[in-house]
């Protein structure tokens, strides 16, 4: 047989999570080949690009499409469990579960619209007015847009510690201040309104003031001038202040009008740079796109 499309696999994912446990998705991947009876060739069948086996990867975007309609919950790396909401559609004995029954979830909504996605992307790649170079591109930037999502939940889903070891390892991989050892103090520095502190560059010649919380709801004008404050008491002329949540206008406004230099970070640019600067990612494929070159062949 062929190997099935992601959202068949909807289904047969989500029954295995129905006995309220913990599981693998490594696990859960050999088992579903051997309920489908797929054969070894046909669980070998790479991507295109030949760096992750076809049937891996689709029973991978099932589980990701059955966490943004809130039927599974991420407990941990590549592992997973079964939520409430899950339990109720696995009861009402579904034929099959897909990208159309999951519209009825107000999440699973609110993700298509935000992806600009209410197709499949090989159907978008389909339409004749693109250029195969345009249908690529938007195909990733859907695949990014989701990603940064993902990566926001989880940065709001992890203890404060490990927020703040996130912070200081994509400011490392910015090159501010050379390796984690040496670049960063992490933790309480006697101010309560700064987190710790980086060196600018590898020779320390300057320090930035850190300040990283996941706060609820939108950051305003206040918090944002307490930690100007507490840049003051330290002496400090630079700082960042990083949120997974967002900045009011205010906040914005008032960090432009002081002389102190405060960067703003919020959770979408926060997702974006850890994509650009390889933090909390790894690469699945990697695709080099040729063309003629013309001047090549200008004297043949």
Not at 131 to 142: G, H, K, S, V
Not at 161 to 172: I, S
Not at 188 to 198: H, N, S, V
Not at 284 to 298: E, K, L, P
Request: proline letters at 4%.
């Amino acid at each position: 047989m062929a190997v099935p499309d992601f959202q068949t696999l909807m289904l047969p994912l989500l029954k295995i999570a129905g006995d309220r446990r913990e599981h693998r998705i490594a696990e859960s991947i050999d088992r579903i080949a051997l309920e489908l009876g797929l054969s070894e060739d046909e669980r070998r069948e790479l991507l295109s690009s030949g760096k992750q086996a076809r049937f891996d990867n689709r029973v991978g975007w099932a589980r990701t499409y059955l966490k943004k309609a809130g039927l599974i919950d991420y407990t941990g790396v590549g592992r997973f469990r079964i939520t409430d909401r899950g339990v109720n559609a696995l009861a009402d004995s579904p034929p099959r579960i897909d990208i159309k029954s999951l519209k009825r979830f107000p999440e699973f909504l609110e993700f298509l619209n935000l992806q600009q996605h209410e197709n499949k992307a090989a159907e978008r790649a389909e339409e004749p007015e693109r250029t195969p170079e345009e249908a690529l591109e938007n195909n990733y930037d859907y695949l990014r847009r989701g990603l940064a999502q993902e990566l926001l939940e989880r940065a709001k889903s992890c203890s404060p510690r490990f927020f703040e070891k996130l912070v200081l390892d994509l400011l490392v991989a910015m090159n501010y201040g050379g390796s984690p050892e040496d670049a960063a103090r992490v933790g309480r520095i006697g101010d309560g309104g700064i987190d710790g502190t980086i060196k600018e560059d590898k020779l320390g010649l300057d320090v930035v003031y850190v300040q990283a919380k996941r706060w609820q709801g939108t950051v305003g004008r206040p918090i944002v001038q307490g930690f100007a404050g507490s840049l003051e008491g330290q002496r400090a002329r630079k700082g960042v202040l990083i949120t997974t949540s967002s900045f009011s206008p205010d906040a914005r406004e008032y960090v432009e009008k002081i002389e102190k230099k405060i960067v703003l970070i919020d959770g979408e640019e926060l997702s974006q740079l850890m994509i650009d600067h390889g933090v909390g990612v790894t690469v699945v494929a990697t695709y080099v796109v040729n063309r003629v070159d013309h001047d090549y062949f200008a004297d043949g």
